[in-house]
């Protein structure tokens, strides 16, 4: 079964055709980080007017690219929760369009949920270059969430049967590693630019807290966040709140990579705490990593190093926002519940994880 997976939550329009929910056939990724890092974050009304230009391009290149025509497809699935709304609007419109004109079955797709699915990606077409785990992962599966706009653990005994365990109260962290950056002054997106600051800083120069949460599993990085604000102020004797272009003007490249290194190495091991306890209190069979976050190498190194598991890595290309994670799961879905109607369905800009569309 092939499925086309349109994914325009945010900042990517990306479209990519998936067999059976584990081979790649085509993975097109456009990104606008050119078009928001000027304004320093996405700008939304922006965003949805790029999108509505790639869009349609970036449909037809998926096709071309696994060397497909629509009559070989067998379903479209489409990321229609969290997002942004014009932008969620937009390839919900396309994949709608599509679905009535070619008369295929329909999957929304909830876009934490697929961060997830981007691990079960084992196989592609020849054309393809990534470097992909070499099996699915097996249940139960820990799953650690971590993007520009989520933090989640959860704990997934079967396809959409999933329990979650914690979740951030304010910040997402790839929100505080954008934010961090902002306030030392390292260019967008925050979490590249600190990773590679961090490389010649050393991580224990600032002592930065770490959040006690009623819930063992839930997260905050607000906190955080305001520490390292006010460490920057301390250091530099000017007390500019955030944002501010004055602030990061008057740190010098040591400290700037000292509190790179410093902010990465406490959100991380956060992380790595909270994943930790999970792994411990539920004894998992896998864990996996997802979202953008999952990028960060100090991350793999510090989970490597406490976790008595291995984990199998998502290539890069496939951590960040994709349509093959949504192309994934959508086959999962498709085993499991019914499509729905391209006449009746909207976009819901929050919605947190829940198994309720798999709820039969
Ligand atoms: O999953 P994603 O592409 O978009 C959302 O659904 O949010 O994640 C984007 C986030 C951004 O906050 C970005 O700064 C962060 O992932 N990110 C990283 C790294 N690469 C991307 N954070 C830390 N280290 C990285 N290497
Ligand atoms: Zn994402």
Same mark, same amino acid.
């Given at each position: 079964m092939k499925i086309l997976g349109i994914e325009s939550s945010c900042d990517e329009t990306a479209v990519a055709i998936v067999e059976d929910g584990h081979r790649l056939l085509s993975n097109v990724v456009h990104t606008q980080i050119d078009i928001h890092a000027q304004y320093g974050g996405?700008?939304? !009304?922006?965003?949805?007017?790029?999108? =509505? !230009? %790639? %869009?349609?391009?970036? =449909?037809?290149?998926?096709?071309a690219n696994a060397q497909l025509t629509w009559d070989d497809i067998d379903a479209i699935a489409v990321t229609y929760a969290p997002g942004l709304i014009g932008s969620l609007l937009v390839g919900t419109l396309a994949a709608r369009t599509l679905a009535t004109i070619h008369n295929k079955p329909l999957y929304p797709i909830h876009h934490v949920e697929a961060h997830v699915y981007a691990n079960f990606i084992t196989d592609q077409s020849d054309h393809l270059d990534l470097s992909l785990p070499s099996r699915q992962p097996s249940f139960p599966m820990l799953a650690l969430i971590v993007s520009g706009g989520h933090s989640q653990l959860a704990l997934f005994q079967d396809h959409g049967n999933y329990e979650l365990l914690g979740q951030t109260q304010d910040d997402a962290v790839g929100e505080a590693f954008d934010k961090v950056a902002k306030i030392i002054g390292l260019p967008y997106p925050g979490g590249p630019s600190i990773a590679k600051a961090a490389l010649n800083g050393d991580p224990n120069k600032y002592r930065l807290p770490k959040a006690r949460l009623q819930n063992p599993y839930d997260f905050s990085f607000s906190g955080l966040k305001t520490a390292l604000l006010r460490g920057v102020q301390a250091e530099t004797g000017h007390d500019y709140s955030f944002p501010s272009h004055e602030l990061p003007a008057l740190l010098d490249d040591v400290q700037r990579a000292d509190f790179a290194a410093s902010f990465q190495k406490t959100a991380v091991e956060t992380l790595v705490d909270k994943a930790e306890k999970a792994f411990r209190d539920h004894t998992p069979k896998s864990v996996v990593i997802a979202g953008g976050v999952a990028a960060n190498q100090e991350l793999r190194r510090q989970l490597a190093e406490r976790l008595p598991i291995e984990i199998e890595y998502a290539p890069m290309q496939l951590c960040t926002d994709?349509?093959?994670m949504i192309a994934t799961l959508g086959y999962?879905?498709?085993q499991k519940i019914d499509p729905v109607s391209p006449y009746d369905f909207e976009v819901v800009p929050s919605l947190s994880m829940t198994k309720t569309a798999w709820a039969k």
């Amino acid at each position: 079964m092939k499925i086309l997976g349109i994914e325009s939550s945010c900042d990517e329009t990306a479209v990519a055709i998936v067999e059976d929910g584990h081979r790649l056939l085509s993975n097109v990724v456009h990104t606008q980080i050119d078009i928001h890092a000027q304004y320093g974050g996405v700008v939304p !009304e922006v965003a949805a007017r790029s999108h =509505i !230009e %790639i %869009i349609n391009p970036a =449909i037809n290149q998926a096709l071309a690219n696994a060397q497909l025509t629509w009559d070989d497809i067998d379903a479209i699935a489409v990321t229609y929760a969290p997002g942004l709304i014009g932008s969620l609007l937009v390839g919900t419109l396309a994949a709608r369009t599509l679905a009535t004109i070619h008369n295929k079955p329909l999957y929304p797709i909830h876009h934490v949920e697929a961060h997830v699915y981007a691990n079960f990606i084992t196989d592609q077409s020849d054309h393809l270059d990534l470097s992909l785990p070499s099996r699915q992962p097996s249940f139960p599966m820990l799953a650690l969430i971590v993007s520009g706009g989520h933090s989640q653990l959860a704990l997934f005994q079967d396809h959409g049967n999933y329990e979650l365990l914690g979740q951030t109260q304010d910040d997402a962290v790839g929100e505080a590693f954008d934010k961090v950056a902002k306030i030392i002054g390292l260019p967008y997106p925050g979490g590249p630019s600190i990773a590679k600051a961090a490389l010649n800083g050393d991580p224990n120069k600032y002592r930065l807290p770490k959040a006690r949460l009623q819930n063992p599993y839930d997260f905050s990085f607000s906190g955080l966040k305001t520490a390292l604000l006010r460490g920057v102020q301390a250091e530099t004797g000017h007390d500019y709140s955030f944002p501010s272009h004055e602030l990061p003007a008057l740190l010098d490249d040591v400290q700037r990579a000292d509190f790179a290194a410093s902010f990465q190495k406490t959100a991380v091991e956060t992380l790595v705490d909270k994943a930790e306890k999970a792994f411990r209190d539920h004894t998992p069979k896998s864990v996996v990593i997802a979202g953008g976050v999952a990028a960060n190498q100090e991350l793999r190194r510090q989970l490597a190093e406490r976790l008595p598991i291995e984990i199998e890595y998502a290539p890069m290309q496939l951590c960040t926002d994709n349509g093959a994670m949504i192309a994934t799961l959508g086959y999962f879905y498709a085993q499991k519940i019914d499509p729905v109607s391209p006449y009746d369905f909207e976009v819901v800009p929050s919605l947190s994880m829940t198994k309720t569309a798999w709820a039969k």
